[in-house]
């Protein structure tokens, strides 16, 4: 049996790099290993290795992406889901310079574009299999958990107004109270999820998920759909990529605008919540139009800013005009009555879950990446959370080098028989 460069056996290197992709920090993978697996190795070893393996990663990763554009690349399974979703969105995580030297230099905050791929079983059905506006959406602490959610996400200013209170729940990535409960019975369930990860730009992100997409025979799927929370690139993609899938607009973030712009302009508190209530129904059920129209009205009897004013962002008439700029940009892709019709999705919940596990990896304030080690442990990290035994097939397949014997380094000039004499 051949041993990695590092003596490691393929096994034992298997599990370095899963502990180095699963823990928050190479250390606590370091003690892990030690605890679990009487593994004695610093948490800087497996850094290098988590990288390492992650490097290879990425140079797959990018064949792929070549293949797609070059029309060679063959789906690696034979089967066509009845739907295929992909769903995109962004987290963040801090870089460094990687020429700094020791310590951290030029600490800045960036964003990963994260890829949701997933397959779903589904019919069509005739009529809105659930017209009726959620009961979850009713409930004033859930829904305000949410909005605070989408404005840490920087889609809404900070000061909208929505504060927490220690009662208020935190949504869960279904946007239930009880993530355990059964999804209701209209909406589909997700059966294989793989993803991609990319610290690159949103133009160079775009192949990385058609190649995926292509791998998994996404294209002869007879329902597909795009799901975005409504960001501008998010559709460049979606029609240089995916001009055949149905673009979707995440409803929580629709909600979410509607229930900042009926407390910008209610003069109380059961006047703002039944104000929402009326506007999100009418999203809901596929009547933008009519929200559109009531804003506007609002908006006409605001006014407009006069020459020279800047009020604060949660000056009404410029939450009516960022609700309203938002809608009609994305009133297209909010048809969710169709879309429950055609058995689709009609939130982002699957990414937005998936952030946060990738966030749990990389996301921190102790933690500082340079741009080519985030690169390798987001697709390490992307390898454990598809559902495709990625690594482990990787970790099968890799080349193996023989075990060689390393000498120490010699300074120039020195030799075996000066460093015996000394």
């Known amino acids: 049996m051949h041993l990695d460069t590092y003596g490691y056996s393929p096994a034992v290197l298997q599990k370095i790099v899963i502990a180095g992709g699963r823990q928050p920090s190479f250390a606590l993978a370091a003690e892990m290993l030690k605890e679990l697996a009487e593994i004695r190795i610093s948490g800087p070893h497996v850094r290098h290795l988590t990288e390492q393996v992650g490097?290879?990663?990425?140079?797959?990763?990018?064949?792929?992406?070549?293949?797609?554009?070059?029309?060679t690349l063959e789906p690696r399974v034979a089967t066509i889901p009845a739907v295929a979703v992909v769903a995109v969105d962004g987290g963040r995580l801090q870089v460094?310079?990687?020429?700094?030297?020791?310590?951290?230099?030029?600490?800045?905050?960036?964003?990963?574009k994260i890829a949701c791929l997933v397959t779903m079983p589904s019919t069509v059905q005739e009529t809105d299999p659930h017209p009726d506006w959620p009961a979850c959406c009713t409930d004033p602490p859930r829904v305000a958990a949410w909005v605070r959610g989408v404005r840490s996400q920087g889609a809404v200013s900070d000061r909208d107004g929505v504060t927490a209170t220690a009662a208020t729940p935190e949504p869960t990535p279904e946007g239930d109270a009880d993530a355990t409960a059964a999804p209701p019975n209209w909406q589909p369930e997700p059966l294989v999820r793989t993803c991609v990860a990319t610290t690159r730009t949103s133009d160079d992100f775009g192949p990385l998920v058609a190649a995926e997409a292509q791998a998994r025979h996404f294209g002869a799927a007879p329902r597909q759909a795009f799901v975005g929370d409504g960001q501008a690139w998010n559709w460049t993609l979606q029609k240089a990529f995916f001009p055949g899938a149905i673009a979707i607009a995440d409803f929580i973030h629709v909600l979410t605008y509607v229930y900042?712009?009926?407390?910008?302009?209610?003069?109380?508190?059961?006047?703002h919540w039944e104000m929402y209530l009326g506007w999100a129904t009418s999203c809901w059920q596929g009547r933008v139009a009519e929200v559109l129209a009531a804003l506007t009205v609002w908006r006409q009897r605001l006014g407009?800013?006069?020459?020279?004013?800047?009020?604060?962002?949660?000056?009404?008439?410029?939450?009516?005009?960022?609700?309203?700029t938002y809608?009609?940009?994305?009133a297209?892709?909010?048809d969710y009555a169709r879309y429950?019709?055609?058995?689709?999705?009609?939130t982002s919940s699957l990414v937005e879950s998936l952030i946060k596990q990738f966030n749990y990896r990389v996301?921190?304030?102790?933690k500082f990446w340079d741009l080519a080690g985030a690169e390798s442990i987001l697709q390490v990290r992307a390898a454990l959370l598809s559902e495709d035994e990625r690594l482990d097939k990787h970790m099968k397949t890799r080349p193996c080098l023989p075990f060689r014997r390393y000498q120490r380094h010699q300074p120039e000039g020195e030799t075996k028989k000066t460093r015996k004499a000394g």
């Open 304 to 324: 407009p800013l006069a020459p020279g004013e800047d009020p604060p962002e949660s000056d009404p008439r410029k939450v009516i005009s960022k609700v309203l």
């Open 332 to 334: 297209p892709r909010m």
């Open 55 to 71: 490097g290879e990663l990425l140079e797959d990763r990018e064949a792929r992406a070549q293949g797609c554009a070059a029309r």
């Open 96 to 112: 460094r310079a990687s020429d700094g030297g020791r310590g951290v230099h030029d600490p800045a905050w960036t964003e990963d």
């Open 363 to 366: 996301k921190g304030t102790e």
């Open 260 to 271: 900042l712009a009926a407390k910008a302009v209610a003069g109380s508190a059961p006047e």
């Open 327 to 330: 809608l009609t940009n994305n």
């Open 340 to 346: 429950r019709r055609l058995g689709l999705p009609v």
